[in-house]
Nanobody, 124 residues
């Protein structure tokens, strides 16, 4: 059974930065493409970034391109999301998730959340 700890969220002002981390155990970490999802109050779950099993392939939704960077350290079983130039519309609960394939799906289908998520709040 997967156990994951997500951390790094917090409250920042517009233009600030945060680095999220998700460390998992109980699962073959490098057997999956991984992604970050977010869910804002009153809104649906949204995939924002994906990374293939090796890290060679990444995909971002347009709203975060050029501002967010997804990476992974397989020996450390850890997924990261560097978030720069944050905007109030980035405010949400952020979750790491594993796909059903080793490669990214630009539609973010068939991903299941790992762990409890971490809250990001960006104030104007």
């Amino acid at each position: 059974q997967v156990q994951a700890v997500t951390s790094g969220g917090g409250s920042v002002q517009t233009g600030g930065s945060l680095r999220l981390s998700c460390t998992a155990s109980g699962v073959p970490f490098d057997a999956y493409a991984l992604a970050w999802f977010r869910q804002a109050p009153g809104k649906g779950r949204e995939g924002v970034a994906c990374i293939s099993w090796s890290g060679a392939e990444t995909y971002y939704v347009d709203s975060v391109k050029g501002r967010f960077t997804i990476s992974r350290d397989n020996p450390k079983n850890t997924l990261y999301l560097q978030m720069d130039s944050l905007k109030p519309e980035d405010t949400a609960m952020y979750y790491c998730a594993a796909g059903s394939s080793i490669y990214c799906d630009s539609n973010f289908k068939n991903f299941r959340n790992w762990g409890q998520g971490t809250q990001v709040i960006v104030s104007s």
